[in-house]
């Protein structure tokens, strides 16, 4: 594995899937390549994108579940036969996973406000999403979310972030002290700050859409998270 | 982009950040034009599906639908019918809504802001300014900005585009020739659209400006899409699509996704139909998928073909600019 990771140069090599089923997968593509090249210059990465069962490649060393529709991209999985082989995947633990909006709602364990049926999910974080949390289009919104996670206020280098929330789920509760908190949101029509993002092992969450905006702060985190787990 | 910033109506809620004190506050700002393209962003690479009830919607949500457009007639039956087409029976769309969790848009008709503001408070999440219903104001179009939610609109050429995003509408879509199920149109708008913006991407700064002129567009959007080499909002085809090698058609001709109207509840075989179609944006690029997906579909709409269709009678035509004069949009007809 170690020689196919060095490049010519010398140059390290990421491999990143990116679940192109439907969504958003573009612009998480567009954004790690501009997060790469403020990242680390011995860091090359190299972007697939996941639409089959044979994409799902061991050695991809991070993937992205973006948003889009959850219940669209969750059935997708399923008649695809797909659900078990990425779920192995993400447990691996040499693998990083971020999953945003619909990719929260597939990582959560519970999930409330499913479609009629209900809909299959990978089931691997110990939380409890609500989908369209905040409401329908008319209530999707932009704000400001606090970061608690010291490692992302490092990278950002400011304690806040510009989250856009589009139709964008929430986390009602986390249920085991692996989940970890990484951000919140305050609203005046809440009483408590809402949880937006959060982190369990090597997979993490976010309800808003940071591939919208410039601010390529968790992108950089995603690519952070790979380099430490690929030096431990 | 400056448009961003430029109409927000709605509230703006105000709270103070207890965490920060040192700021303002949290500012939790709605309707705005980043959240309005996010919507159509998160609609990318999806098919979005006509619907006329509640067990229709179902249907297209358990096929894999990204969202669903509420309507009285499919496009089919309008031209079948004759007669005024309007916005939809606002019970129709809230029983749609309360049917399926997937987004939910439905159709105004052109310049009608009344429809609009009526669709908006039913919590639609997308308007469809459409030319498939009679048009209300042969002169202009709805102001889109004054609006929460987020508009998308139909387009033949660049110039009717950009004109339609100036106006606020946060996502583009093919005109095509909704209700004939012949994707001839549709080739041709989203063919016409691509050429023009290489043509304005060759073109040097004086050239840009008389192009503008000719487009009747402002230079700095123009300048902006060549830049870009696309369109700076989502694109979608719609119009005539109605079988899954029509999806990957339109798919490689670079649109972000698909509108299917009259296509798959006119066929013999809607669910199996609808299904094949939502797999078939995923997978437009590999053909030996989409063998498998066209299989055993049943008869597709019957449909009319584009150049049997009486010349007054193609709904493009009912919209009233004359672009089509000053640009490439139809070329066969100049």
Not at chain 2, 94 to 109: E, G, L, Q, S, Y
Not at chain 2, 244 to 260: I, N, W
Request: some cysteine.
């Amino acid at each position: 594995m170690a020689s196919s990771d060095q490049l010519s140069e010398g140059k390290r090599r990421f491999r990143i899937g990116i679940l192109a089923i439907q969504g958003a997968f573009l612009e998480h593509q567009v954004a790690l390549k501009k997060a790469q090249s403020c990242f680390r210059p011995d860091i090359s990465i190299e972007v697939m994108e996941i639409r089959h069962l044979r994409d799902i490649k061991p050695d991809l060393d991070g993937v992205i579940i973006p948003g889009g529709e959850s219940t669209t991209v969750s059935m997708f999985l399923q008649r695809n036969g797909m659900i078990e082989p990425l779920r192995d995947w993400i447990q691996s633990k040499n693998h990083v996973t971020w999953g945003t909006c619909a990719g929260m709602i597939l990582l959560s364990k519970i999930t409330e406000n499913q479609k009629i049926g209900g809909q299959s999910t990978l089931s691997i974080m110990d939380t409890d999403v609500s989908r369209n949390f905040f409401g329908r289009q008319m209530q999707s919104f932009e704000a400001d979310i606090s970061l608690l996670d010291e490692e992302l206020k490092t990278t950002a280098g400011k304690n806040n972030f510009h989250g856009v929330f589009i139709r964008a789920p929430a986390i009602k509760e986390t249920y085991t002290p692996e989940v970890k908190v990484l951000a919140t949101l305050h609203r005046d029509d809440a009483e408590n700050d809402i949880i937006v993002a959060a982190k369990q092992g090597n997979v993490f969450s976010t309800a808003f859409h940071p591939e919208l905006t410039d601010d390529y702060t968790w992108h950089l985190y995603f690519l952070q998270l790979i380099e430490t787990v690929k030096n431990s | 982009m400056n448009m961003t910033d430029t109409v927000r109506s709605g509230c703006v809620f105000e709270a103070i950040n207890l965490l920060h004190p040192n700021e303002t506050g949290t500012k939790i700002e709605t309707g705005t034009f980043k959240v309005k393209m996010g919507f159509a962003q998160m609609a990318k690479g999806g098919i979005i599906m006509d619907v006329t009830t509640p067990e229709e919607a179902r249907i297209a949500e358990e096929a894999g639908a990204c969202a669903v457009m509420a309507l009285e007639r499919v496009p089919a039956d309008i031209r079948r019918d004759g007669g005024v087409a309007r916005m939809t029976d606002p019970q129709k769309i809230k029983d749609i809504i309360n049917a399926v969790t997937i987004p939910v848009m439905a159709k105004a008709r052109i310049g009608h802001f009344a429809e609009a503001q009526i669709l908006q408070s039913l919590g639609v999440d997308m308007i469809d300014e459409s030319e498939v219903l009679t048009t209300a104001d042969e002169e202009n179009h709805i102001n889109k900005h004054a609006f929460q939610v987020p508009f998308v609109c139909g387009a033949r050429d660049l110039g009717e585009a950009l004109r339609r995003i100036s106006e606020g509408a946060a996502m583009i879509r093919t005109k095509g020739e909704a209700g004939t199920g012949d994707v001839a149109e549709a080739v041709r708008h989203a063919r016409t659209i691509k050429k023009q913006i290489k043509m304005a991407q060759v073109m040097d700064t004086i050239e840009i400006y008389n192009y503008a002129k000719e487009l009747r567009v402002s230079v700095d959007l123009l300048q902006k899409t060549a830049q870009l080499g696309r369109l700076p909002v989502v694109n979608f085809a719609a119009g005539g699509i109605a079988t899954p090698a029509d999806v990957s058609l339109m798919m490689q001709l670079g649109v972000d996704g698909v509108f299917v109207g009259s296509g798959i509840f006119k066929s013999d075989n809607p669910p199996k139909r609808a299904l094949a179609m939502a797999q078939a944006v995923t997978h437009y690029k590999d053909p030996k998928i989409l063998a498998d997906l066209s299989s055993g579909l049943g008869e597709a709409m019957f449909g009319i073909p584009h150049n049997k269709t009486n010349e007054n009678e193609l709904i493009i035509n009912r919209d009233n600019s004359n672009i089509c004069s000053a640009t490439f949009g139809r070329p066969n007809k100049m």
